[in-house]
């Protein structure tokens, strides 16, 4: 018997008592310090216990918290991720329906800028029907009780005769198997309608995820029309129009410039009377291309391309899979997160606890991603950079496809991270960081700290909740 390695300890503020979490079992408990130093005890080898102290001992059994040995932890741990990848619950499909955008983001790689849309690729409709068919072929033979079906681009709703038959058509497709279908939009919310999301809420809408870059004065600096207008009033419009009728998240992307305006977004956003319908608030760091010349204050993160290109021609500012999606770990800057989460939870908006992140879904075999052209990819922040294509809907077969797939088969990047306490939800962080920055998709990408600081929130939040459940 001994502590499971994937135990993680807070000590109380002003109280004699701890807070523990095992990432694995994600059960989380406050017990008395004598508990705690019960943990240690074992740890060093100790069996002899008193009788308070064996019952304490039977509940961190059943919790998770002890385990018969590190070669069971690491067993667990092989069966997790086996059970991650093989999983047939859910089928996930995001179609980008064109890498074209109607904003001219200073620190986009995408969006537009001179002719970049004019070569933009946008998904045709017979293209469309060919990926609706071979979505239909992943229904029949995954079986799963639920369908994700979750628009991205560029701007996906710049081609909305393709958004609107694929959710037609596949809406129709899952009603016949009896399988549930949820449609998420990810969008700078521009062009976001009512009659939108009427149409699309039949369908199966879930939820739409509007991008906004600070407060008004600095979302319209960060995020301007081509002329240069402000969007933030047209797009806060566009919400306020829509908050009643779906499930809307706020994204955002800052800068070290723009990371102080957010407390003033968040306030503003707490004024708004669709507030309380928010179904998440969260913000990371802005991307930039590793070795094209990044503005002046912009945080150095991560490279998009090698050559300086769109990294799958998908904005990693967004890329993820809408209010339902493990994506939002990319590429965070652990400190401002930690901070901008702090202040978006006090002002009580739902957001991701920098715990509960992952395994994302290029650990899962089925969840796909497909480009304007067809080309099928491991995860959105892969799409559009063609040789990171794994295959295509057509089913040609090219080798440098299958070797692209071979890449991505089994990422193992969590078996570099030795005994670290969060490879449960972080898995080696996101491989299209560590392919960018490392030039290796299989390594380890820590933001180690990041974690920790989310750990340090939960238990604070679970202290402001519970007396202690297990003293000693
Ligand atoms: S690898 Fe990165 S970009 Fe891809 S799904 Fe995971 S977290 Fe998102
Ligand atoms: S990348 Fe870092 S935080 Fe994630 S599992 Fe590995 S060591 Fe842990």
């Known amino acids: 018997m001994q502590p499971s390695m994937f135990n993680v300890s807070v000590p ?4 004699d008592d701890v807070f523990l979490m095992n990432t694995f079992s994600d059960a989380q408990l406050i017990v008395s310090r004598d508990v705690a130093d019960v943990l240690d005890r074992i740890a060093r080898g100790e069996r002899q216990f008193a009788a308070d102290e064996r019952d304490a001992i039977d509940t961190l059994v059943e919790q998770g918290f002890i385990v018969e040995s590190r070669a069971a932890d690491h067993q667990a741990l092989e069966e997790f991720f086996h059970n991650v990848r093989e999983d047939r619950s859910q089928l996930r499909v995001t179609v980008l329906t064109t890498l074209q955008c109607n904003f001219a983001c200073d620190y986009c790689i995408q969006g537009d800028h001179g002719d970049y849309n004019k070569h933009a690729a946008k998904m045709s409709l017979d293209t469309a029907a060919r990926t609706a068919e071979w979505a239909e072929q992943r229904l029949d033979a995954v079986a799963p009780s639920s369908f994700a079906l979750t628009f991205f681009g560029g701007e996906p709703l710049l081609n909305l005769p393709v958004l609107f038959y694929l959710s037609e058509r596949l809406a129709e497709s899952c009603r016949v198997r009896g399988v549930r279908m949820m449609i998420n939009i990810i969008t700078n919310g521009l062009l976001l309608t009512p009659a939108i999301v009427d149409r699309l809420t039949p369908l199966g809408l879930n939820g739409v995820k509007v991008t906004l870059d600070g407060d008004r004065d600095t979302h319209n600096r960060m995020r301007p029309l081509r002329g240069g207008q402000g969007t933030f009033d047209r797009i806060l419009d566009n919400v306020r129009q829509v908050a009643g009728k779906t499930r809307i998240s706020i994204g955002g992307n800052f800068d ?10 968040l306030d503003f956003l707490r004024e708004q009377e669709f507030a309380g319908q928010l179904a998440k608030v969260a913000f990371k760091p802005i991307i930039k291309p590793a070795q094209s010349a990044h503005p002046k204050g912009t945080f150095a993160l991560t490279a998009v391309g090698a050559d300086g290109k769109p990294l799958g021609g998908a904005c990693m500012t967004s890329a993820g899979t809408g209010v339902s999606s493990a994506c939002d770990n990319c590429h965070f800057l652990d400190e401002k997160m930690s901070y901008l989460r702090e202040e978006t939870m006090r002002r009580g908006f739902p957001t991701m606890d920098g715990v509960h ?27 559009g950079e063609a040789t990171q294509s794994t295959g295509h809907i057509d089913g040609r077969d090219e080798q440098w496809r299958r070797e692209s797939a071979r890449r991505f088969e089994v990422i193992t990047a969590w078996s570099e991270c030795n005994d670290c306490a969060f490879i449960p939800v972080c898995a080696g962080g996101c491989s299209v960081a560590a392919h960018a920055e490392l030039g290796d998709l299989q390594k380890p990408n820590c933001h180690k700290t990041s974690f920790e600081a989310g750990v340090v929130t939960l238990a604070r939040q679970a202290a402001a909740r519970a007396e202690p459940a297990l003293a000693g």
């Open 12 to 15: 109380l503020d002003g109280r």
């Open 256 to 265: 070290e410039q723009s990371v102080d305006s957010y407390p003033a977004l």
């Open 357 to 383: 992140m992952g395994p994302c879904e290029i650990h899962k075999h089925h969840a796909h991603t497909i480009g304007p052209d067809g080309s099928l990819y491991a995860c959105p922040g892969f799409a």
